[in-house]
Every structure is written in C-alpha cells, then in structure tokens.
C-alpha cells in the first residue's frame, strides 16, 4: 500500500506530535486491512440520499467502516461520513451531507471577495486553534478558484493553506447541490500529486448521483430554502447564516483543512513502509445490486 504524504483533518484534532509519534504505522496498515472495503463491481450507498457507483480499481467504505478509518488516520471519529478511495490509497475521498434545503445557485461568485474574508478570518481562527493547542494556519490563496457548473450542479475550489513553518497544502473541495441539502466530498492528496490525483476524483464523481426524490432538479414549492448561497458553501458554509456563532465555528463545522505537525509524520511513516504497487485487500465484491 502506498499512502500520500498529506492528512486532510477536522479542525478539532486531538493528536500532538509526540502522540502521534507513539502510534505503530504497522498496526494502522493492519487495522486498514482488517476494514470492509467494497469494490466493484457494485454501488456505494452514501446514507439515504446519494450513491456511487464503484469504479474498477477503485474501493468504498461504508459509514462504520468509515468512522475506523478517519479514527485510524488520527481524527476525530465522526458519523455520517462515506469514503471512497482507488485501491492503492494514493488519495482518498470522504462524502458528507447537510440537510440544510434547496441552495439557490443564481448567485455570482467573486473568487477575489471571497478569498480576502477567508484571509479576514486567519486571525480568529488561529487564535481558537491556539486554546486548543494546535499550530496557526494560514489562507495562502487559491489552488483553484472557485467555479460552479450549473449542468453538474457541482460547486468546487481548491485552497492553498500555509502553515507555520511556510509549507503549502492544498483543500480541495466539491459540493453537490441536492433537492434538500448538500453534499460535500473532499478530497485528500498529496501536494505533490494533486492535480493528477483531482482529475482522477473528478471522474469518478462522474458515477455519483443523487437517489431519485433528492435531486436538484426535484424542488416543490414548499421545500425547504437555505439561509445562504454558493459564496457561503466557500466561506463557511450554514454557520454562516448564524454569525452569532463567531467565524471559527462558522468554518469548523464546515471547513477541512490540512493539518502539519504530527499527523503529516504519521503519513510519512506508514508511506515509508509500502510501495506504489501494494494496495488494500477488500473483501470479495458484493453481488451487483447488492450493497
């Protein structure tokens, strides 16, 4: 198995350094192994609201399976989110929903306006980030800008962070607009090998869809509205219809960024133990149709 040198978190991270330097990378590959990896052929079920189906080469984990996984990678375990990842883990892809309603798509984006009040918000981000004992990151600007195709209904963008040492990672991000949320996939890759590796996730959305009835298309008078627009899917998301809750939190519940330190050690050790040809062993394939 080879594993790309880079860790997309959640903002809430409880690993130092010097925990993470404790871990045993064999045990992680040996607990990785031990996950229910479904491939194809067949469909991943992302909750009651999405599938995908499973390209050849490619293996998706379930919510509990899911769960282990982030938890193995040194995060926070969290419900509802689906992986899906090609089978040598050169990068890796989690999907999330938000049942925040129908998000109108009319809006203009000004990649530019958007960039400077995620600029604005370094300085009260870092300053929670201090309490919780973690290192300042930074907005460095756009990997790629954000742009939205109203055919896919597919909002993406890709953010270059800064840490405090001046190393670059990227966040890139897809949102998909449903009839009654949205759902956010984000991938994680490797700086290195980004652009190779967004290509390849981008064709695998192309096998995501929305179940029938969850469809953007879909809307009925009566459904629910969103507070906000594509701007706030950028900038932080729903919380950012509540501004009483302060900007961190705005973007915490919403925002992944690429944490350095001990989790980027982690990824070095394990990648240090595999090469590019070794993969994941999923258990045999589900019959097709069946999850």
Known sequence: MKISHALLGFVLVFFTLAAQAQRDPGRIIEELQKLTWQRAPGEGAIGAKARIRIPEGYAFLDERNTRRFLELMGNPPRDGHYLVAPA???????FSFDPVGYVKDDEKIDAAEMLDSLKKGDAPGNEERKRLGMAPIYTDGWHVPPHYDSGTKRLEWGMRLR?????????????????????????????????????????????????????????????????????????????AAAAKAGLFKSLGKFLWVIIGGGLMGGWALLKKLFGRKEEVKPGPPSPPGQL
């Open 88 to 94: 040598n883990l050169d990068w890796f892809a989690v």
């Open 163 to 239: 840490d405090e040492n001046g190393g670059i990672h990227v966040n890139y991000t897809s949102r998909l607009l449903g009839r009654s949320g949205v759902m956010s996939a984000v991938l994680v890759s490797s700086p290195q090998t980004l652009n190779d590796d967004m290509n390849a996730f981008n064709g695998a959305l192309a096998s995501y869809q929305f179940v029938a009835g969850e469809q953007y298309a879909e809307f009925k008078q009566g459904d629910r509205i969103a507070e906000y627009g594509l701007a706030a899917l950028v900038v932080g998301g729903a919380a």
